[in-house]
């Protein structure tokens, strides 16, 4: 079953403009992971946040986690037509926290 | 970094035959891959756990028969599809973890996948 519910499940901006996804999760975590799969291709890890941050940058993006609210969010600023694609979050879950559990994922169209 | 192969990146069969797909860790020793599938313009969904040298741990809802697992090695998982039929196309991916210094809080390193299309 999936861990994860995202928002917006699609979104589409204009290049250049900033680019919003949520993610909330159900239990516990240490680990909240962001990953970007354009269509048809595997997935590409973009960040991964521990338990203990609240926010973490990576060029252009900056992923925040509230574990109080069991949500995270992921920002893309300044977007650019090569963002399109589709974002999703993943948690670790089962014994030992091996499994990786994915969001529902957004589907993110960035017009030039 | 850590690089996950597959193989084949796409394969279309007949209804009925099974398909093979490979997946390899190139540069590190996976204890564990993960297989998943994803239907169009759904997210991936888990559908079996497998440790090397042990039986793969499936999801609820996923036929062990009909989808074979086999880790005989700490860089191979091979995921079979037996008697596949249209329902069964999927895009398929894995993903592997070494549990060890590559792998910090459990990362995963993921193939590029493999579409198979059943006729």
């Known amino acids: 079953s999936q861990q994860g519910e995202e928002d917006p499940q699609a979104l589409s901006i204009q290049e250049g403009e900033n680019a919003t996804m949520n993610c909330s999760y159900k239990?516990?975590?240490?680990?909240l992971q962001w990953y970007r799969q354009n269509s048809g291709r595997g997935l590409v890890h973009l960040i991964l946040i521990r338990s203990n941050e609240r926010e973490k940058h990576s060029g252009r993006l900056r992923v925040t986690l509230d574990t109080s609210k069991k949500s995270s969010s992921l920002l893309i600023t300044a977007s650019r037509a090569a963002d399109t694609a589709s974002y999703f979050c993943a948690t670790p879950q089962g014994t030992g926290g091996f499994k990786t559990i994915f969001g529902a994922g957004t589907r993110l169209f960035v017009k030039a | 970094g850590a690089v996950v192969s597959q193989h084949p990146s796409r394969v279309i069969c007949k209804s009925g035959t099974s398909v093979k797909i490979e997946c390899r860790s190139l540069?590190?020793?996976?204890?564990?891959m993960f297989w998943y599938r994803q239907f169009p313009k759904q997210s991936l969904m888990l559908m079996a756990t497998?440790?090397?040298?042990?039986?793969?741990?499936?999801e609820q809802g996923v036929e062990k028969d009909k989808f074979l697992i086999n880790h005989a090695s700490l860089t191979l998982s091979t995921l079979t599809v037996t008697s596949a039929h249209p329902e069964d196309s999927s895009f398929y991916i894995c993903?592997?973890?070494?549990?060890?210094?590559?792998?910090?809080?459990?990362?995963?390193?993921f193939g590029p996948g493999t579409r198979l299309t059943v006729l």
């Open positions: 239990t516990s975590i240490n680990n």
């Open positions: 497998s440790n090397e040298g042990s039986k793969a741990t499936y």
């Open positions: 993903s592997a973890t070494s549990g060890g210094a590559l792998s910090s809080y459990n990362e995963q390193f």
């Open positions: 540069d590190f020793q996976a204890t564990t």
